[in-house]
């Protein structure tokens, strides 16, 4: 039980900080059209940085890191870090495009709890024309090596960002997860409003309409969820696809209210009350969206976690007043429940 963690769910300041996103590493080795992350900036948290990190994070109650990036398996050190956190006793997940998944299951699979591989195509074709790089199938022999490990294995799951290139495959991806094994599948729609995950191209916001459904897309993309929402209610309901059938229609409405279609969807968020994402330069930020509050480098944690300026923030989110949540596509909500009983 976590009463310091209920509290974080109910005030601004944080108490502890449960879960940490962590970028290892900002560099990688895909080209999406959705995002401009390339090359690892120069001046990355060192080992030993992040050896210190984990200390100051231990103290602070966390419970679960999740490695995102950039392309986590790309940092050669990548065991080490895990080791570190191990040592620490907290839940592990990554984020990986999966390209070095094969290549690398065997060093890394035992720390953990999770393994969320994206794919953005039911076929090879339209995977790869988003990602930028021939991957299809190597990401699929790295899904196939996870799920067949006799030694125990994490939870493999599909992660896809749905967005105009790929909105008629819903139900091909769905049943890509299955036929290859996988525990199960998520969706997302693409960040167009912001410039998170790097999609600032020379200093210029890339065109959305690339990514963006047009009004008719729209609307051929709400026949498609509703058709899914029939055909496959025995793996929403089984929770093979992790969203409900109402937050898949979220996503239609987004994609709608980009047109004026509709409104955004209402969102329902405290990643900032129990929640931070830290870059490989060490910056922390409230969540993916939201401007970084300053710089594990420069300040200690225990100072940097309940300035005014982040208290502020988490109010804002709190009363529905953040201007970068009312279009946000990545939203976290741990409950006072879960948050009490420390389910992170
Ligand atoms: S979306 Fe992920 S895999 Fe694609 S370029 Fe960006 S960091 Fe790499
Ligand atoms: S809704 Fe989005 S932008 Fe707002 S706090 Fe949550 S993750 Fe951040």
Redesign the pocket.
Known sequence: MSINAFLNTISNSARILPIVILYVTEGCNLKCITCSYRDALPGELSLQEIIELAGQLHDFGLKHIVYSGGEPLLRRDFKDICGIFKQHGVKQSLLTNGLLLEKRFNDIFEYFHEIIVSIDGANAETHNRIRGISSFDRILKGISKAVKNKKGRPVVSIRTVIQKNNFRELPGLIDLAKSNGADRISFLSADVASNAFGREINGAAPDETDISLSAVEVEKFREIVNNVIIKYSGDFYSGFISESPQKLLKLVDYYGALRGMNEFPK?F?N??MVSAVITSTGNIH?????ESYGSIRKTDLEALINTDEIKQVRKD?RNFM?P??KT?V???NISKKNALFSRF
Do not use: S
Request: with cysteine.
């Open positions: 969102i968020c990643a900032p409230p969540c993916f969206f939201i989110v953040h970068r949540c946000c990545c939203t976290m």
